[in-house]
């Protein structure tokens, strides 16, 4: 089973702000999601139902809509500021 990875618009700004190099590795780990998409970590209090991807310094805040078999990204940025 393989989920379709479905991008916000802050998200794709993100992505498209960075270099080359943080770029292609964001992308690369957010392709994982495609077959395993719990394997982020689940975020608790406020965040309840959303997941956590790290992706060396950066984070993406993710949800599962497994009746849709869809991963929305909702945001990605360094781990200081994304929460």
Do not use: G
């Given at each position: 089973m393989s989920f379709?990875?479905?991008l916000t618009?802050?998200?794709e700004k993100f992505i498209k702000k960075c270099d080359?190099?943080?770029r292609n590795r964001i992308i690369k780990s957010l392709r994982k999601l495609e077959k395993e998409p719990e394997s982020g970590k689940?975020?608790?209090s406020i965040l309840t139902g959303l997941w956590s991807l790290r992706i060396g310094g950066y984070r993406a805040i993710?949800?599962?809509k497994n009746?849709?078999?869809i991963v929305v990204v909702i945001k990605i940025g360094h781990r200081k500021n994304v929460y």
């Open positions: 379709d990875i479905v618009a802050e998200s080359k190099q943080i689940p975020l608790t993710y949800q599962i009746s849709e078999l």
